[in-house]
């Protein structure tokens, strides 16, 4: 005896699983003070339920394969804004851009199929970009500081499964059609909505918990206590506090502050040569000699694993990079015995107001491209952002 589900009732599954996540994270949202990443994410969640809703409305009203084309625009747009609030999470732009052109695409495949394309109307278009979004955000998960937090893997498995799923779909669709067994079978509207269902979840779970360590919830500004890691350095929402504090009073005194990122060259094969309880004391030691020669008049905080962000006003972007020219000499003077005597260096990225304006995250974001291309430039090197 088979049990057969109703297209129907598989809507009304994915609807209220949509709903029900989508609220609960963008109340969780409302509840604190996000950042760039936060908020895209919320987006992303409302562009899911706006999904849902369109597709029950092409289910329940007859003729309206309009309803396709906004369902197809939104549902392509979600995992778009996933993809562009790791970026922002990792201190890069979040790109929204593409992911608007990607879902206009979808709309548009659907509209140019008219009334008369049938129920897979625009769906190949739509199958490859949900691919691609995928896979870019899943490469985006792999990276720094994101790489770092365990709490970020259930993301990449969302995305690394949606990326194989779809692609397997937009194959099979476009060599073997929609009609075909293996594609009804296994990758078909039911088969999708059982998937999609089991990795809302895990994306509701994964992100609720990334955003509560980057943004606790607190009722007020007044009542946030400061925190400091082990090494003294400014860590998650206390260092964010008190910059956005900082980049407000600038701008009103018309004042250039300079974030300047430091990476810590090698990390990965210095752990390797040497071993994680190594690995360790040289981050405590790079962290010490950061602190140590950098201004008097900066704070610092994290910024991942092996790297922090040193904040500080310079009325000259040469200035600051004289402030990095003396990070990176008191790192090559500095020996670590426990490593055989081996010096450090570091790749700076140097990003300033007077440049990017006074909003944290795209100070963030350019900073983190300049160490980037500091560190792509062979390494203990200091790049400004272009």
Known sequence: MTMTIDLYTIQLAMTT????????????????????????????????????????????????????????AAIVLSPALLWGGARAFNGRPDLAWIGILGSAAAGIAVL??????????????????????????????????????????????????????????????????????????????????????????????????????????????QEMAVSYNADAVLIGPSFREIIDDWLERANFHDEQLVFMRVELDELDALNTAFGRSVGTQLLGEFTTVVRRYSSPHSDIGTAGRGALVVVAPFGLLEHATADAEAVQAGLREHRIEAAQGIRLSASIGIAGTDRFGYDFDRLMGAAGEAASAARAAGGDAIALAE
Not at 29 to 51: E, N, Q
């Open 17 to 72: 699983v949509t709903m029900v996540a989508g609220v609960m994270f963008i109340l969780d949202t409302f509840l604190r003070k996000t950042d760039a990443a936060g908020r895209v994410w919320a987006v992303s969640f409302m562009s899911g339920i706006l999904a849902a809703f369109a597709y029950a409305a092409w289910i329940v009203v007859p003729g309206a394969w309009w309803a396709v084309a906004i369902g197809n």
């Open 112 to 221: 140019a199929a008219g009334p008369d394309g049938g129920d897979w109307a625009g769906a190949a278009v739509m199958f490859a970009l949900i691919a691609v979004f995928a896979s870019l955000g899943a490469a985006e998960s792999l990276r720094p500081p994101m790489r770092e937090n365990w709490t970020a893997r259930g993301l990449t498995v969302m995305f690394v499964v949606v990326a194989l799923f779809y692609a397997t779909r937009t194959l099979v669709f476009l060599l073997r059609g929609p009609e075909d067994p293996v594609f009804m079978t296994f990758l078909g509207t039911e088969a999708s909505a059982f998937v999609l269902i089991a990795l809302v979840i895990v994306t509701l779970a994964s992100l609720l918990i990334l955003q509560s360590e980057r943004a606790p919830r607190t009722p007020g500004r």
